[in-house]
């Protein structure tokens, strides 16, 4: 599979048919302020990513030059040691060791993946509470406007009224 594919195939499951249907009926503002959120929710995810990739080169760059050393070492064991058999302690010892290295590892990254998951959620919940005292602020704003353009009629009833009556 190309990367192509991979892309239409993750878009086209983004948004299920009724998920399409729920976004036409919301409010353009809110449908923006939805977009931005989760664009900056993009962000952060792809920002986190980029990290973890440059932590994973530096890995792999670590790990290919631990590997030439380890070859160089091989070489220079091989050619002192010739014919001498490595004892299975000592291989059961290289394994032992080499497995506590992987857990450790393996630690480190679950470590990792927690703090950034609880980052993200973090930030997920301002999000939220962010949209909730928005929603309340564009609620109270409305009410204003309802009030304001009811006093507006008032006067220029009143107005109305004391025109005719001077006439």
């Known amino acids: 599979m190309n990367d192509l ?3 239409r195939e993750f878009y ?11 976004q036409k009926n919301r409010h353009r503002m809110d449908l923006l302020d ?19 990739w440059q932590l994973m080169g530096d ?7 631990a590997k030439k050393e380890l070859a160089k070492e091989r070489e220079k064991f091989n050619a002192e040691k010739k014919g001498l058999a490595w004892s299975v ?8 060791k080499e497995k506590q290295f992987n857990a450790n590892k393996q630690k480190e990254w679950e470590t990792a993946c927690e703090w950034t998951n609880h980052e993200m959620q973090t930030a997920r919940d301002q999000i939220v509470k962010l949209k ?4 309340k602020m ?30």
């Open 34 to 52: 939805d977009h931005i959120h989760d664009s900056v929710n993009i962000y952060a995810t792809c920002q986190e990513i980029v990290r973890e």
């Open 59 to 65: 890995d792999t760059l670590e790990f290919e030059a």
């Open 5 to 7: 594919s991979n892309c």
């Open 89 to 96: 302690a000592d291989v059961e010892d290289k394994l032992a």
């Open 12 to 22: 086209s499951l983004s948004l299920p048919t009724a998920e399409r249907m729920f």
């Open 132 to 135: 909730g005292e928005k929603t």
């Open 138 to 167: 564009s609620d109270e704003y409305e009410q204003e406007c309802a009030l304001y353009q009811k006093r507006e009629n008032e006067y220029i009833q009143c107005i109305a009224k004391l025109e005719k009556n001077r006439c």
